[in-house]
């Protein structure tokens, strides 16, 4: 089964408007971190935001928030007043343990997002 | 603040050729790294963990010999492509963290383009 679930392989929006993409999750762990990054067509991997599974509130940074539904198992991207450079890849991934000791990164599929003008 | 540098940023030979790729970090210690590949419209498949001053942790169906990653300093993780084939072409991206309450940060990775 997949651990990290995008569900929406491309995505328009207008300029100016906000977005939300979605990412589902699944773990039995209790304690998990929950990233979001964005790859540009140049390729570099960019943090975006993290969610720890303790956290009581919502992650916030910037024009980006996540909406975390820990029941519905959901930690999707809010992109607000999106701007044209915002067109790129976005991808979810999950840190499944506790922040100490090694681990690794389950990523999802990914979302292109298109921003027009 | 977290800066990873990936070096080189695209690689074109001949097959046959070892080809090396550098990434360190700048303005932290990584005390794990972690090597990915990428293929063209696909998300990122980790290859390998490397901790500093022990051997890699290999994934599932990545063969060591084939890829050989060193993890001598804090601050630099190497992976070889040894014997390079046209099938190793590839887009290689490596991630480190210092302490696990941060976010892994990505060098900004290498297009290997094997003849």
Known sequence: ?117 | GAVVSQHPSWVICKSGTSVKIECRSLDFQATTMFWYRQFPKQSLMLMATSNEGSKATYEQGVEKDKFLINHASLTLSTLTVTSAHPEDSSFYICSARDTGYQPQHFGDGTRLSIL
Request: charged share 20%; glycine share 8%.
């Open chain 1, 1 to 117: 089964a997949q651990k990290i679930t995008q569900t929406q392989p491309g995505m328009f929006v207008q300029e100016k408007e906000a977005v939300t993409l979605d990412c589902t999750y699944d773990t039995s762990d209790p304690s998990y971190g929950l990233f979001w990054y964005k790859q540009p067509s140049s390729g570099e991997m960019i943090f975006l935001i993290y969610q720890g599974s303790y956290d009581q509130q919502n992650a916030t940074e910037g024009r980006y928030s996540l909406n975390f539904q820990k029941a519905r198992k959901s930690a999707n991207l809010v992109i607000s007043a999106s701007q044209l450079g915002d067109s790129a890849m976005y991808f979810c991934a999950m840190r499944e343990g506790p922040p100490s000791g090694t681990y690794k990164y389950i990523f999802g599929t990914g979302t292109r997002l298109k921003v027009l003008a």
